[in-house]
């Protein structure tokens, strides 16, 4: 298969630039075709629910073929949270913390929850701090909406514990990508919506950065220290900008 017959699965690629692949990935033709003929079984049958488990099965079957594991290493989860839930409800939490994790909690942050990880914290010098990054804020549907930055850079204030930043805007973080994909830093570019986080970030571990002018951008973001190596009005902009 082609990379655009590939392509040709997903219609929306044929009007869209999709970026959403986090959480809700571009809908292909092969998924639209099984989540009808789901549908229509039920219709049909009411309640094939022996049919349903034998396509799970099968499929569990397959991906675990693919990766070289066992069938029994494999679970069929939902959603990767769902997964985590499950892993994480199956371990004993008593005793004390080597280590407090911050990530995005999003509206699950409150009092109660920051003076927790505070508490661990101070009860244990040789507790480390660790953040998946130091995001301030990001927009969101309803506007503005405050990221894990805060949240660290208040437990790093009551502690004294300087935080371990595993993911943007470390530069190791940067690094380890550039490493991964097999380029020198220098043929990079990294495109984002935060002159601070995505785009300094990215020139301090030595990438490029483009800034665009949507999610969170702000005009005043250009006359900020850090300066992009180029500021698009879109994503979509991108191969106009490229073949420049």
């Not at 549908?39 to 349903?52: A, K, Q």
């Not at 073929?65 to 029994?72: E, F, K, L, R, T």
């Not at 020198?184 to 570019?189: F, G, K, N, V």
């Amino acid at each position: 298969m082609t990379l655009n017959e590939f392509r040709s699965r997903f219609p929306i690629f044929k009007r869209r630039v999709y970026v959403n692949s986090c959480s809700q990935g571009a809908l292909s033709t092969d998924v639209d075709e099984a989540m009808r003929a789901y549908l229509d079984s039920w219709h049909e049958c009411g309640s094939p629910w022996e049919m349903w488990v034998e396509q799970v099965e099968r499929l569990r079957a397959r991906f675990a073929s693919s990766i070289g594991a066992g069938v029994d290493e494999i679970a069929v989860m939902p959603s990767a949270s769902a997964g985590i839930n499950a892993v994480a409800s199956a371990l004993s939490f008593a005793g004390p913390r080597s280590h407090v994790v911050i990530g995005d909690l999003g509206e699950g942050w409150d009092f109660r929850t920051l003076n927790r990880a505070f508490r661990l914290l101070h009860s244990n010098p040789e507790a480390s701090l660790i953040a998946l990054g130091t995001t301030r804020f990001w927009q969101a549907p309803e506007g503005l909406r405050l990221d894990a930055g805060p949240f660290v850079a208040a437990l790093e204030y009551a502690t004294g514990r300087k935080p371990v930043v595993c993911g943007k805007p470390a530069e190791p973080f940067f690094q380890a990508a550039a490493a991964k994909l097999g380029f020198a830093p220098s043929e990079i570019l990294m495109i984002g919506d935060d002159i601070d986080i995505d785009v300094g970030g990215a020139q301090r571990a030595g990438l490029r950065g483009a800034l665009v002018r949507t999610g969170k951008f702000r005009p005043g973001d250009l006359n900020h220290a850090v300066k992009p190596d180029a500021v698009l009005d879109s994503i979509a902009n991108l191969p106009d900008w490229w073949d420049r």
